[in-house]
C-alpha cells in the first residue's frame, strides 16, 4: 500500500512552482529584451517654427527675420548654417548650442547666443520638457534661410 508523504509532496510542488515562475520571468525578460527601443523623435517632426516677421532692413540686399522654434524633448537640429548672422534668445527650456570650432555651450530661459554668419551649428534640447527659442536673423535677402551641413 503507498502512502503519500505530505512533505516530499510539498516540497516536490514548490519546486515545480518556482522552476515554472522563473521560466516565466525568464521569457517575459527576454520578450521585453526583444522589443526595439523607442526611436528619437526626428528634427522634421520634432522641430516647430513660427515666422513672426520679416522685413526689409533698407539696405540693398539685407533683411530682418524673426522666428519662434519650438523643440520637443530630446530634439537636435540638423548641423545647419545661415545667410547672414543669428541671435537665439532662450525663452524656455535648456539648450545644447554647438558651434564649429567652439566648444558647446548650455544655455537656459533668459540666455542668449551670437552666431556668426555661415558658422555651422547644431541646437539640442537637453531639458526634460519642451523648450523653446527666439532667433532673429539678419539675412541676405533672397537666399534660403537655411543650409544643411554634413
Known amino acids: 500500500m503507498s502512502r ?27 520578450a521585453q529584451e526583444a522589443q526595439p527601443a523607442p526611436a528619437m523623435k526626428s528634427w522634421q517632426q520634432g522641430l516647430h517654427r513660427t515666422d513672426l516677421i520679416r522685413e526689409d532692413l533698407g539696405a540693398a540686399d539685407r533683411e530682418v527675420l524673426q522666428v519662434r522654434v519650438d523643440f520637443d524633448p530630446g530634439v ?12 537665439a534668445h532662450v525663452i524656455s527650456g535648456t539648450f545644447e548650442y554647438q558651434l564649429e570650432g567652439r566648444a558647446p ?28 527659442e527666439l532667433a532673429t536673423y539678419i539675412v541676405k535677402k533672397g537666399e534660403s534661410l537655411l543650409i544643411l551641413k554634413e
Open 76 to 87: 537636435t537640429s540638423p548641423k545647419h548654417a545661415h545667410p547672414g548672422v543669428e541671435v
Open 4 to 30: 503519500i508523504n505530505p512533505r516530499h509532496t510539498i516540497g516536490r510542488l514548490g519546486l515545480v512552482l518556482a522552476a515554472a515562475g522563473l521560466a516565466t520571468v525568464a521569457s517575459l525578460s527576454q
Open 105 to 132: 555651450v548650455t544655455l537656459k530661459a533668459g540666455d542668449s547666443l551670437y552666431i556668426p554668419e555661415g558658422v555651422a551649428h547644431v541646437a539640442k534640447n537637453v531639458g526634460q520638457g519642451k523648450a523653446s
